[in-house]
């Protein structure tokens, strides 16, 4: 059984660019979070999406944001580019009904912001 | 507000060196508590999961216990394999979210 699977690994962007980045769920999974890792602040939850509609948000600018497809791939965007922003992006997947259980993790998104 | 605690934020080991790592967790109505692995460049990687105070559960060389307001992850006689973040996490029954910990940095020496 295939994994969750982001990509791209690693991107470099610079400062006021835009980035989106992709994650695919485990098969038969509906929902999917995004978290944001950094050294000081471990993991961040940014939003959760469920049966293409965002079901939990966390408290992050709304220069996030995310989206859902019918297949229950998911990808988030974020617009304007801090240097703050430089982070993990990790994407994990569950059976969402109800949500609990335990998240199966990608591996990640390395966003350095220049 | 729920919130996790992980103590302590690194700890180095002697191999076959038993330890303990602690996670105090707030949160209004607990739905379960998750301990994860995570390896450096890769995604968390779930070990247990635990939902009432007086649980245990055991895999390898780690067992995992939940108290009404922190849970424990014993490392028995551990190995350098071992040596990884383990991070705790909580679900409440407001919300679907799981908030993280910082985790705690472990390193086993040889």
């Known amino acids: 059984k295939a994994g969750v699977t982001q990509t791209p690994r690693y991107l470099i962007k610079t400062r006021g660019q835009q980035v989106t980045l992709s994650c695919s769920p485990i098969s038969g999974h509906r929902s999917v979070s995004w978290y944001q890792q950094t050294p000081g602040q471990g993991l961040q939850f940014l939003f959760e999406?469920?049966?293409?509609?965002?079901?939990n948000k966390g408290n992050f600018p709304g220069r996030f944001s995310g989206r859902q497809f019918s297949n229950s791939r998911s990808e988030m965007n974020v617009s304007t580019l801090e240097l703050g922003d430089s982070a993990l992006y990790l994407c994990?997947?569950?059976?969402?009904?109800?949500?609990?259980?335990?998240?199966?993790f990608g591996e990640g998104s390395r966003l350095t912001v220049l | 507000e729920d919130q996790v605690t992980q103590s302590p934020e690194a700890l180095r080991l002697q191999e076959g060196e038993s330890s303990s790592l602690n996670c105090s967790y707030t949160?209004?109505?607990?739905?379960?508590l998750f301990w994860y692995r995570q390896d450096p460049g890769k995604g968390p990687e779930f070990l247990f999961t635990l939902y009432s105070a007086g649980e245990e559960k055991e895999k390898e060389r780690l067992k995992a216990t939940l108290t009404k307001k922190e849970s424990f992850l014993h490392i028995t006689a551990p190995k350098p394999e071992d040596s990884a973040t383990y991070l705790c996490a909580v679900q409440g029954y407001t919300g679907n979210q799981f908030y993280f910990g910082t985790g705690t940095s472990l390193t086993v020496i040889p």
């Open positions: 994990a997947s569950s059976s969402g009904v109800p949500n609990t259980g335990e998240l199966f």
């Open positions: 999406y469920f049966s293409e509609t965002q079901r």
């Open positions: 949160v209004s109505g607990l739905r379960g």
